[in-house]
T-cell receptor
Framework: AQTVTQSQPEMSVQEAETVTLSCTYD???????LFWYKQPPSRQMILVIR??????QNATENRFSVNFQKAAKSFSLKISDSQLGDAAMYFC???????????FGEGTQLTVNP | DAGVIQSPRHEVTEMGQEVTLRCKPI?????LFWYRQTMMRGLELLIY????????DSGMPEDRFSAKMPNASFSTLKIQPSEPRDSAVYFC????????????FGNGTRLTVT
């Protein structure tokens, strides 16, 4: 079974600075999808960014970008120019192409300090 | 697009009572998922449906849990009888069948069983 590991239970960053959240996964598949979701205190799960494994180019969405290292099975999220509203729990998730379910990591709680 | 709608937002009940959680997926989505979130176990997939048919219920904890999807716009998750260890946030999510389609989550139901 696929597993997703987020080794940083908590991270903090100063407002306007850059922070990187780590994620590794284990799979025997060659094609799959990876996602980062954000869960603010309102508890809603919000999609931040998506990466397709067969695309070598790293996905970018405004201040959010990923560093996808397929051989290393690593999928980190970089948040640039951090804002107070970025404070949330961040979940890395894996989706195999042969199925539809998402497997989530344990989450990283991000604090943004003013 | 109203998003995935869950009700109720909060539910407090006594041990032994029946609990029914409700979900309306995004119109046009043909996959529906029920997840449970706890501090100890993180986000767990309980069951998912494709075109109203249950595909995988291996995550359902025990026979006290049941889920139905009578039509494309409505699903329920029922716990009977409820126990204190069922206390958690229950999320419903939906997606298109396209392989890279992300899951769209509802706001969740926080269940407290006393």
């Amino acid at each position: 079974a696929q597993t997703v590991t987020q080794s940083q239970p908590e991270m903090s960053v100063q407002e306007a600075e850059t922070v990187t959240l780590s994620c590794t996964y284990d799979t025997s598949e060659s094609d799959y999808y990876l996602f980062w979701y954000k869960q603010p205190p309102s508890r809603q799960m919000i999609l931040v960014i998506r990466q397709e494994a067969y695309k070598q180019q790293n996905a970018t969405e405004n201040r959010f970008s990923v560093n996808f290292q397929k051989a290393a099975k690593s999928f980190s999220l970089k948040i640039s120019d951090s804002q107070l509203g970025d404070a949330a729990m961040y979940f890395c998730a894996y989706k195999e192409t042969s199925g539809s379910r998402l497997t989530f990591g344990e989450g990283t709680q991000l604090t943004v300090n003013p | 697009d109203a998003g995935v709608i869950q009700s109720p937002r909060h539910e407090v009940t006594e041990m032994g009572q029946e609990v029914t959680l409700r979900c309306k997926p995004i119109s046009g989505h043909d996959y529906l998922f029920w997840y449970r979130q706890t501090m100890m176990r993180g986000l767990e997939l309980l069951i998912y449906f494709n075109n109203n048919v249950p595909i995988d219920d291996s995550g359902m904890p025990e026979d006290r849990f049941s889920a139905k999807m009578p039509n494309a716009s409505f699903s329920t998750l029922k716990i009977q009888p409820s126990e204190p260890r069922d206390s958690a946030v229950y999320f419903c999510a939906s997606s298109f069948s396209h392989l890279g389609s992300p899951l769209h989550f509802g706001n969740g139901t926080r269940l407290t069983v006393t």
